[in-house]
């Protein structure tokens, strides 16, 4: 597809469950991003792969958060055993590494809204 | 101190005046400056980027970048209601790392 893609766009889970987010990058980019947003709130920054490196995770905010990568494609995070103050939006964004400037900019999915009930 | 910081807001500008949002950074290295906006329940989209120190504009938008200073700036001339969203500024990051690390935004709000 041309743009990032994330899915499912809802999901509505019992505390305590384990869910899984999935999202599709932009062909070719090598960067990928997870960030959480609460209800009014700013971007908080989870994740973030960049081609074959390790993974930046120091915005992972417990262990009951993980995420995986294969390669350049795609990735899901998973959150296990889902409290209520994990509801929010998980956004995915993905860009160009880039060794200079240019082209670098990160482009977003639409989001997954999870609500924890 | 954080990475980027903006003002949270809201910033209340009337319809037709020059609203302007500020964000300064850390990484006294950084290259790349981008403006996001983001409505409400919606992504956020890019706007503008820079690279150089400077006025760069587009239409109504004009980002400005001042390295020394590690300031970022946009200016909306003539705002318009349909400018009322929330403003993100983001730097990537020098280093083998090349993170783009966003602030927490401005929320614009523009009174007709």
């Known amino acids: 597809g041309a743009g990032v893609s994330q899915s499912p766009s809802n999901k509505v889970t019992e505390k305590g469950k384990d869910v899984e987010l999935r999202c599709d990058p932009i062909?070719?980019?090598?960067?990928l991003y997870w960030y959480r947003q609460r209800l009014g709130q700013g971007l908080e920054f989870l994740i973030y792969?960049?081609?074959?490196?390790?993974?930046?995770k120091s915005g992972l905010p417990s262990d009951r958060f993980s995420a995986e990568r294969t390669g350049e494609s795609v990735s899901t995070l998973t959150i296990q055993r889902t409290q209520q103050e994990d509801s929010a939006v998980y956004l995915c964004?993905?860009?160009?590494?880039?060794?200079?400037?240019?082209?670098?900019?990160?482009?977003f999915g639409q989001g997954t809204r999870l609500t924890v009930v | 101190q954080k990475e980027v910081e903006q003002n949270s807001g809201p910033l209340s500008v009337p319809e037709g005046a020059i609203a302007s949002l500020n964000c300064t950074y850390s990484?006294?290295?950084?290259?790349?400056f981008f403006w996001y906006r983001q409505y409400s329940g919606k992504s956020p989209e890019l706007i503008m980027s820079?690279?150089?120190?400077g006025d760069k504009e587009d239409g109504r938008f004009t980002a400005q970048l001042n390295k020394a200073s590690q300031y970022v700036s946009l200016l909306i001339r003539d705002s318009q209601p349909s400018d009322s969203a929330t403003y993100l500024c983001?730097?990537?990051?020098?280093?083998?790392?090349?993170?783009?690390?966003f602030g927490t935004g401005t929320k614009l709000q523009v009174i007709p």
């Open positions: 062909s070719g980019h090598t960067a």
């Open positions: 990484d006294r290295v950084s290259q790349s």
């Open positions: 964004a993905s860009s160009l590494r880039g060794t200079g400037i240019g082209n670098t900019e990160a482009f």
């Open positions: 983001a730097v990537k990051n020098s280093g083998g790392y090349q993170k783009v690390t």
């Open positions: 792969f960049q081609g074959n490196s390790a993974p930046d």
């Open positions: 820079i690279y150089s120190n």
